[in-house]
């Protein structure tokens, strides 16, 4: 994972989408959504405990989801980010497994529409990566009061 420079951010999330689709081409000029993202990772990155990890993890992915800045595979980009943000502190999450649900129709992510800075997490992508996580947490991860 890239951390620490804002720019690495960016090309992180771009070589992640460039994985999941042919042609990868940013949404918006706008990058201040990377740097958002950017510092959500960080944020994710310094959790104290696994429900943290987790909650930042889902925030992650939720910002990407939400802010949308590619034209295609934001759901994977952001299914795949979340998995590397636990992965990254050692938790072993299967999101390829988990992308193949998501190819193949067993894990669907509604949309959401947010006009306040508030993210919420939509809540059968949360049911879905929140069993699937607590096979690799040693412990119960508790459902977040947002």
Request: glycine letters at 4%; a negative charge.
């Given at each position: 994972m890239y951390v620490g420079d804002k720019m690495n951010y960016y090309n992180y999330l771009i070589n992640i989408n460039k994985q999941?689709?042919?042609?990868?081409?940013?949404?918006?000029?706008?990058?201040?959504?990377?740097?958002?993202?950017?510092k959500a990772i960080d944020d994710a990155l310094q959790a104290e405990n696994q429900t943290a990890l987790f909650n930042s993890a889902m925030h992650v992915a939720s910002l990407i989801k939400l802010f949308q800045p590619f034209y295609d595979g934001n759901h994977r980009t952001a299914?795949?980010?979340?998995?590397?943000?636990?992965?990254?502190?050692?938790?072993?999450?299967?999101?390829?497994?988990?992308?193949?649900?998501?190819?193949?129709?067993?894990?669907?992510?509604?949309?959401?529409?947010?006009?306040?800075?508030?993210?919420?997490?939509?809540?059968?992508?949360?049911?879905?990566?929140?069993?699937?996580?607590?096979?690799?947490?040693?412990?119960?991860?508790?459902?977040?009061?947002i």
């Open positions: 999941v689709c042919n042609e990868s081409k940013v949404r918006t000029k706008n990058i201040g959504y990377f740097e958002i993202i950017g299914l795949i980010v979340f998995g590397d943000i636990l992965n990254e502190k050692q938790c072993n999450f299967d999101y390829e497994r988990a992308l193949d649900d998501m190819n193949n129709g067993r894990l669907t992510i509604p949309t959401i529409y947010e006009e306040s800075d508030i993210v919420t997490f939509p809540s059968e992508w949360y049911a879905y990566l929140l069993t699937e996580t607590k096979k690799v947490f040693k412990f119960k991860i508790k459902k977040p009061c």
